[in-house]
């Protein structure tokens, strides 16, 4: 087996495993710690398949950045101590199931998929193309989205304002 | 890229400068003044939705991202006059002591929400499509919470936002899919194949818009986040959040999921017959007023897939006419609903009891709302649902048709039993009579007018179908 597909399985088997955990661990400060090398491991994939520019987006700002602000907001809001509740068999069972059976749905449909290859010769993914494409206002340029993000981010937080901002603490029901 | 190109986004422009606006606003009024906010924020969106019916031209932008047509133009046309109905409804409750120091945030989020709606319907490519989304649900899942006072506030904005989440999770993998079979984003170039992997794309892309139009299986959320949510808020999750994922499914049919009809027509056969029924058995046990209109919507949804399941331009027609008509019945409900729970904080159906009595113009208001909502000739509602029915046996779907006239009885007759209660019902205690204020009857009054001349007034009907045969 080529080395790469060695790599390939570990890097894959990485996240397989510690998804499992970010959602089963029943602390959650834990499921943050393994949400972190999930998307760690995401990163992994991206250097795989050359999107060099891409894996480091994953790493600084899903590794790095959003991780440790869930972790923040964690200590800020939570008792880190407390444990989550166990949920009953049946809803376990019922759960499981459900996931597996998606799961073999759409690994079914997509291995049984003729993928055409697209070539990737003549493009290539540099710093400066990336910029561009990002800024472009033509066909395959992403200008668009990137200003709408602006005013989604806007709105987040106008409602992370509602949401936080106390009233006198009258009228209590 | 010329000035010409960027005046095609003259909707989306327009609600990022109301927002813009009211930032100012809220700066320069002192804490003592910020109800001035209200009748400005009505005025400024007044001003937009008249400015949205100006003539506009066709057309796409940056590279075919952004796309406009007269049909689009209609559809934010209709979904902003529910916007500012939903706006001239809420001053009462956003006076109130608990909630006048937020009174800006309120407006900047259902703003927000509307510009969201707006890129979404013109989306020409599935990641801008995929923001409008997230911009249309976010805000409001804040908004939910907006009465955090109230632990069921609290829990409808937790409700929708982790319930948006989970839906926007599988729409996202159906996006990657499809992207994974054609390798371009762009509604244009997608040309699908009914291979087996676009199929189970287009069931994914569908669930993530059925759980945002609360189509049985995937309406779960909704009474829920109906009951807990600001009762403006709930109007506005009910008319236009759902109208907008509609208007985008019908765009979607048309375009990109065009070659795939024969698989999505047994998908919506289906889930109509689920979405009515389900709608209409639990619809009967309510006793909480705005879960029961949760439930109504439910199967209002049910019957609006009747229009699409035909795949035709007619029926596409039918389900815009139904939606415009859809917005005046629902809103009137919900500004009755508004006006009475502010008033008397009483929300229950047998809190109406004797209603008539006291407030004769509300309870006929109401009335004329659930008798269009139940299509009951000569009001508009019934026109809307006679149209949806026709376009429905025009395809021939005849078991169809019968499940859903079977439906249209049983709302009959829970939408009854509130007129019942408002009409027939003794009370001891009555709501007493009350005058609710000047925005929230200009906002009623135009409700019925809606309900009282859209089902007569056929050019709008001739106008809507035209539209449509030129762009399906």
């Not at chain 2, 400005?40 to 937009?48: E, K, M, Q, R």
């Not at chain 2, 509604?187 to 569908?206: C, M, P, Q, R």
Request: proline share 3%.
């Amino acid at each position: 087996m080529a080395t790469s597909a060695i790599i390939f399985y570990v890097v894959a088997t990485i996240m397989i495993v510690f998804s499992l955990l970010a959602v089963t661990s029943r602390k959650i400060l834990r499921a943050a710690v393994y949400l972190l090398f999930a998307l760690a491991g995401t990163a992994g994939i991206y250097f795989m398949v050359d999107y060099y520019f891409l894996a480091a987006v994953q790493l600084i700002v899903y590794a790095g950045g959003i991780v440790v602000l869930i972790i923040f907001s964690i200590l800020l809001t939570s008792h880190i101590e407390e444990k989550m509740e166990k949920p009953d068999s049946l809803k376990i069972i019922l759960t499981a199931i459900l996931g597996l059976g998606g799961t073999a749905v759409s690994l079914y449909v997509i291995t049984n998929h003729l993928f055409t290859p697209q070539p990737t010769t003549g493009v290539e993914a540099t710093m400066s193309t990336i910029g561009e494409k990002l800024l472009g206002y033509g066909a395959g340029g992403y200008v668009l989205p990137f200003e709408v993000i602006s005013i989604l981010l806007l709105a987040a937080m106008v409602g992370a304002i509602v949401v936080a901002k106390r009233n006198k603490p009258e009228n209590h029901d | 890229m010329s000035l010409q190109e960027l005046l095609l986004m003259r909707h989306e422009w327009l609600l990022i400068a109301a927002v813009v606006a009211l930032l100012l606003l809220e700066l320069n009024f002192s804490e003592a003044k910020k109800t001035n906010v209200i009748p400005a924020a009505a005025i400024i969106f007044t001003i937009v939705t008249l400015i949205g019916f100006l003539p506009s031209e066709n057309g796409r932008a940056f590279g075919g991202m952004f796309i406009t047509d007269p049909i689009r133009t209609l559809m934010k046309n209709i979904l902003n006059l529910g916007v500012l109905i939903v706006f001239l409804q809420s001053g009462s409750w956003l006076r109130t002591q608990n909630n006048f120091n937020r009174v800006t945030e309120f407006y900047l989020l259902i703003i927000s929400s509307v510009i969201g709606v707006s890129y979404m319907i013109s989306a020409g490519h599935l990641l801008m499509f995929y923001l409008g989304l997230e911009l249309l649900t976010i805000p409001i899942a804040a908004a939910a919470s907006y009465e955090q006072y109230k632990s069921k506030s609290a829990e409808a904005g937790i409700k929708l936002i982790l319930s948006s989440a989970f839906s926007s999770a599988i729409l996202l993998f159906g996006i990657s899919m499809l992207y994974g079979t054609t390798g371009t984003l762009y509604f244009s170039d997608i040309k699908l194949a009914g291979e087996l992997l676009t199929v189970l794309s287009f069931v994914f892309l569908f669930s993530g818009l059925a759980f945002k139009i609360s189509i049985v299986p995937f309406h779960l959320w909704t009474a829920d986040v109906y009951e807990g949510s600001p009762t403006s808020i709930t109007s506005y999750l009910s008319v236009v959040s759902k109208g907008a994922a509609i208007f985008v499914l019908l765009i979607f049919f048309a375009s990109v999921f065009g070659p795939l009809q024969e698989v999505w027509q047994q998908v919506v056969y289906g889930t109509a017959i689920f979405t009515m029924t389900i709608g209409n058995l639990f619809a009967i046990r309510q006793q909480n007023l705005k879960r029961f209109l949760a439930f109504s919507s439910i199967a209002q949804a049910g019957f609006i897939l009747l229009g699409m399941v035909g795949g035709t331009p007619l029926g596409m027609a039918t389900v815009i006419y139904f939606i415009l008509i859809y917005v005046f019945s629902n809103l009137a409900a919900f500004g009755v609903v508004v006006a009475v729970e502010q008033v008397s904080g009483k929300i229950n159906i047998t809190d109406y009891n004797g209603l008539y009595n006291t407030n004769p113009r509300l309870s006929l208001t109401m009335m004329l709302a659930l008798f269009s909502l139940a299509g009951i000739p000569p009001l508009a509602g019934f026109f809307g649902k006679f149209f949806l029915f026709t376009a429905a046996a025009e395809s021939g779907f005849y078991t169809l048709l019968f499940i859903a006239v079977l439906n249209a009885v049983i709302s009959l007759y829970y939408y009854l039993l509130v007129v019942k209660a408002m009409f027939i019902n003794k009370s001891d205690a009555p709501i007493g009579y009350f005058q609710s204020d000047y925005s929230s009857r200009i906002a009623m009054s135009a409700c019925v007018l809606g309900i009282l001349t859209t089902g007569f007034y056929s050019p709008i009907f001739e106008f809507i179908k035209k539209l449509c045969l030129e762009s399906f």
